[in-house]
């Protein structure tokens, strides 16, 4: 039993590894899709690209994961003309899915889509069928590598500026919940404050969160993994605990 317990405590420190290598690279992916859409996909003449991408070198995210980065910040185009959809997806125990998409040819991506989603028993629905369980709120990722302040300092900080929430990813990393009509307000006033903004934009909020049995987290987890290896798929949410 003491080898068995050796083991189970070896796997949960391995998965806690990855799961906070898992998000230190969504970070990192994060800082190249902003600054190419910002500045351009040439680390030549786009700064803010350069030092992402040697950040990212930094913290040995692999090469792949870089072009894909790119890519998805230039939206993968050739000639065509980007369009957004949104995907409303209902799967296996009752999970609602919401996926929003950037693509040129809308029935190429649901295509990918559609057969992604018949390997995990789900299916897209028709429009409003998932979307009527969750809210719009504005969302902002505050990166605070190089922030002095207190955790208290922080959140006092936060709310003055207006927010409605706020969730500690890490301690490096703090998501802002607010009103969806106050988001560029209070990025205004934290940035007056001296934070420095990773991600601004409005996002769906699951307002009837469920819990999946730890079998079906892994399923729903490969799920979403998959959704997103997409290069289509700017963004996921669940109303999954």
Known sequence: MSGHSHYSNIKRKKEAKDQKRGKKFSKLSRKIIRAVREGGDDPKTNVKLKNAIEKAREADMPKNNIKKAIK????????????????????????????????????????KIKKTLKDFDAQLTSEGSVKWSFKRKGEIILDLEENDNSKDEVELAIIDAGAEDLEWEDEEDVKVITAPKELGEVRTRLEEKGFEVDTSSLIWVSQNKIELKEEEKEKYEELVEALKENMAVQEVYSNIK
């Open 72 to 111: 998805k910040g230039k939206g993968n185009l050739k000639d065509g003309k980007i369009q957004r959809v949104d995907l409303e997806i209902e799967g296996f125990s009752r999970i609602f899915l919401i996926v929003e998409t950037e693509t040129d040819n809308k029935n190429r991506t649901l295509t």
